[in-house]
């Protein structure tokens, strides 16, 4: 059976989980997790957690979902030792900083991956597993068919989300909330502007009305779909809503607790149930419902439109705490050598016993009865036991109650040790002696270049006349296409009469099905003539490994590379360069330059991702029948989100049908040239999809010249209409 996983944001919400039959439930200490606003659990709050839920036979696991900045390497190991003191039973990671010191300095800590880590194949699912992964989150995105797939074929335990709020974009993916207002996602302090209304443009013509909740997923509830996820083996079920109180965490808890008990059960008796627990789920925070991920079929129907807030009225009430107990039994008796002596064992046979010095005489007046004895034991008071039944070896002795008070209490704290020290907390994985997914001929160091990300052969020309060192191509395409052969060829062609490289771009999101689609183009790249290839997502290795493509290869800045530890982790992998995060500062990077044997690339003047979703706005706007129904909504469109500002958000849509949302302000680094030279970064990207060639010319030629000495610029004011990223303004 699966894992019914629930959250907890405190104590309180610890103790209704494992009341309403929580199995496992995730939570945050305070500091080094997602929900950085929550309560959270302080030190001592999080050891109680722990105590109670291991004697309730409940996992603990912690969330320590975050990109770390290296300045916080110290801590974290620190914290994770303490983590592993506490035994909890897993840790959820986005990082891989924190999986590489986990394995060193707490071995037997299992590593989960979080859906910050954006998992969406099984490629995914086996490079965590070469890592030492035991269990992995997959992305919210994913239909029932490529979950099935997975859990057929992956070793390390499946998780899924079945319930509550979801991220438009896939989680880990998300720029907005950091470009915005400095709000990081990544690292807990999401300001959520998915939640703020906007209006959908293709080009100044209004598309949608009156501004509306177009980024706002309603909630989602699985209970429709929970027999059929556990038909396909997932192993966890995992419900969202560790900033959500008592009354939530227990209604929801208790309805899919209901369901999973329900599984075994008469096909009548499962529909009974199912309709119990949609009421139940129905008296619950919600944004309205849908499963449509899980359906495979998004459209309007999918998004909450109005105001996305709780539809559910405030009803009150305190929460009861933890009302289930574990049964014991309690025997009263005399030692050889008389003295009084209370044993108590539970149904999994854990015995305590506690003796006093005391020797009970026959009374004279008051004997202890059976019935006394048990009144006596069954005051357990904030104990994890409740008194089943009770006996004593004779009626007829006089017995104190203050005696029978002291023995209860050393037996029941006796007994919690017993209980505690026979669990058995899950077993870690191994990270297997070779994690080297890429074996390619190292390569000499090149000089610094520009590199132009390009998806058309005119932007790719123009490039390359204007002295781009380096061409990147394919992977997502901001026009609907996949590169054909032909385009791979006359790519490589223009490339190769220039003297200059082109590599291979692979996506940031892949499913199982669209697993073939990558291979093809790669190989048609490889036929063509590349000289590396970036990996847009950690699937891209097992995937490289498989088809034997020894190429030289950068972890892409979809990877989240935010310290040197992250940087190590990819090197390991058989990364020859690494593309860093557009959330660091430029002294960060520079830190991190310092500590890697390998050339540095980041992201310095185009339009970055602010968000990737699978909810495709054309689609849901302008089709009746919604994605994949659509017969190419987006095409020829120049589609953009309006905010509450004014400022247009451009949307694209990729060869899969996902939209890619960009910033509504280029990022230039242009006059910061020298600072990002003084960094030694060894290459400066722009970003040139979806833009026109003459643009790409431009921008190319300016960098060159700076970058080669040939033009040096004056810093004048700020350019409101560009942004400087977070170069010079780090991260919440």
Known sequence: MAELLAPAGS?????AAIDAGADAIYLGGKGF???????????????????????????????????????????????????????VDGIIV????????????????????????????????????????????????????????????????????????????????????????????????????????YQLYDGDDLLTGEASYILSLKDLNSSSKIYELLSAGVSSLKIEGRMKGCGYVRTVVGAYRSLLDSWHQPATEQKHCLREAEEQLKQ??????????????????????????????????????????????????CTDQGNLRLTLWDEDGHTAEAVSSFQPERATRRPATRDWVKGQLERLGDTCFTLADASVWNES?????????????????RLEEDIL???????????????????????????????????????????????????????ETYD?????????????????????????????????????????ELRLAVEAGISGIYAGNMGIFPLLESEGLSFPCSADWSLNIFNNQSAQAYIHVGCSELTLSPELTLRQIGRIIRQ???????????????????????????????????????????????????????VVTDPFCRNHILNNRDLDMAPYYKDLRAAHISRLRIEGRGRSADWVSVQTARYVRLWEGRETMLLGKEDQHVTRGHFFHGII
């Open 284 to 333: 619950s925070f919600n944004r309205t419902y849908q499963a449509d991920f899980l359906k495979d079929h998004l459209g309007r129907h999918t998004i909450t439109a109005g105001i996305p807030g709780n539809r559910v009225p405030n009803t009150g009430g305190g929460d009861p705490g933890l009302t289930r107990h574990i049964p014991v039994y309690g025997h009263v008796d």
């Open 596 to 650: 890697v044997p390998v050339s540095i690339e980041v992201l310095a003047e185009g339009r970055l991702e602010m968000m990737i979703t699978e909810f495709c706005q054309a689609a849901a706007c302008l089709s009746k029948e919604g994605k994949g129904h659509c017969n190419g909504a987006c095409s020829g469109r120049h589609l953009s989100l309006e905010d509450r500002h004014g400022m247009h958000f451009p």
């Open 11 to 15: 104590l309180d919400t610890v103790r």
């Open 94 to 197: 986005q990082d891989l900083a924190v999986a590489e010191i986990a394995r060193r300095v707490v071995p037997k800590l299992p590593l989960h991956g979080s859906t910050q880590m954006t998992v969406s194949d099984l490629n995914g699912v086996r490079f965590l597993e070469r890592l030492g992964f035991t269990q992995v989150v997959l992305a919210r995105e994913l239909p029932l068919s490529e979950i099935r797939y997975i859990c057929a074929h992956a070793h390390a335990a499946i998780e899924v989300f079945i319930h509550g709020a979801s991220c438009m974009a896939y989680s880990g993916q998300c720029l907005m909330s950091s470009f915005i207002g400095g709000r990081s996602g990544n690292r807990g302090a999401c300001a959520q502007p998915c939640r703020l209304p």
């Open 480 to 520: 609907h296409h996949f590169v054909t052969a032909e385009e791979w060829k006359r790519v490589s062609a223009l490339t190769a009469s220039y003297g200059r490289e082109l590599w291979a771009a692979t996506p940031r999101v892949l499913w199982p099905r669209q697993v073939a689609a990558v291979r093809t």
């Open 33 to 87: 997790n997602a929900r950085k606003f929550a309560h959270n659990l302080s030190d001592e709050e999080m050891a109680q957690a722990v105590r109670i839920a291991h004697l309730m036979g409940v996992k603990i696991y912690v969330t320590v979902n975050i990109l770390v900045a290296d300045t916080e390497l110290s801590d974290l190991t620190a914290y994770l030792k303490k983590l592993d003191d506490l035994s």
């Open 397 to 413: 002795h006089m017995i104190p109650a203050s005696i029978l008070n002291e023995l209860r209490r050393q037996a029941a704290d």
């Open 421 to 475: 020290s026979g669990y058995d907390r899950p077993s870690a994985g191994r990270a297997e002696t070779d994690t080297t997914f890429v074996r390619a001929a190292s390569i000499a160091d090149t000089a610094p270049c520009i590199t132009v990300r390009c998806d058309s052969p005119a932007q790719a020309e123009a490039a390359l006349r204007a002295g781009a060192g380096r061409i990147i191509y394919g992977g």
